[in-house]
C-alpha cells in the first residue's frame, strides 16, 4: 500500500471527524481520492473505523505538501459547513507540514478564485 496516500486519507478521516459529523459528502470525497490513487476501499474503512496517530509529516516533497493541504481545505467545503474545529485541525496539519499557519486563511480566501497552480505557487514562495 501506497504510505503517502494512507497518511494523507489518514489526516482526511481524522479532519471529517474534527466537527463529529462525518458528512456524507466528506466521505465520498476520502473514498474519490483513494479510487484515484488505487487505494483500497476496505482499507479506508479500516482506517475510518480506527484513525492512525498522526506522525511527522516533515519527509514529504513540497508538492505532497500541498496536495496534504489543499485536500484539507477541500475537504471541509465538501459538506458546505466550516466549524471552527476543523479550521484548528488544519491549522495544525499545516504547522507539521512546515507551513505557516497564517496558510490556511490565504487557502480559505482564494480557493474558489485563484487557479490550484497559482494557489500552489504562492503556498509554496510565501508560507513554508
Not at 473514498?31 to 479500516?46: C, H, M, Q, T, W
Not at 499545516?94 to 499557519?101: P, S, V, Y
Amino acid at each position: 500500500m501506497d504510505i503517502i496516500t494512507e497518511k494523507q486519507l489518514n489526516i482526511l478521516i481524522q479532519l471529517a471527524e474534527a466537527d463529529k459529523h462525518f458528512a456524507q459528502a466528506e466521505r465520498e470525497m476520502i473514498l474519490r481520492i483513494a479510487k484515484d490513487r488505487n487505494f483500497p476501499e476496505d482499507a479506508v474503512n479500516r482506517l475510518i473505523r480506527t484513525p492512525q496517530p498522526i506522525d511527522s509529516l516533515g519527509a514529504l516533497s513540497n508538492d505532497q505538501k500541498f496536495e496534504y493541504l489543499i485536500s484539507c481545505v477541500e475537504l471541509i467545503y465538501a459538506d458546505h459547513k466550516i466549524f471552527e474545529s476543523e479550521l484548528i485541525f488544519v491549522k495544525s496539519i499545516a504547522i507539521k507540514l512546515g507551513f505557516k499557519k497564517s496558510v490556511v486563511e490565504y487557502l480559505f480566501e482564494n480557493l474558489s478564485k485563484t487557479s490550484k497552480t497559482e494557489l500552489k505557487s504562492t503556498v509554496l514562495a510565501e508560507y513554508l
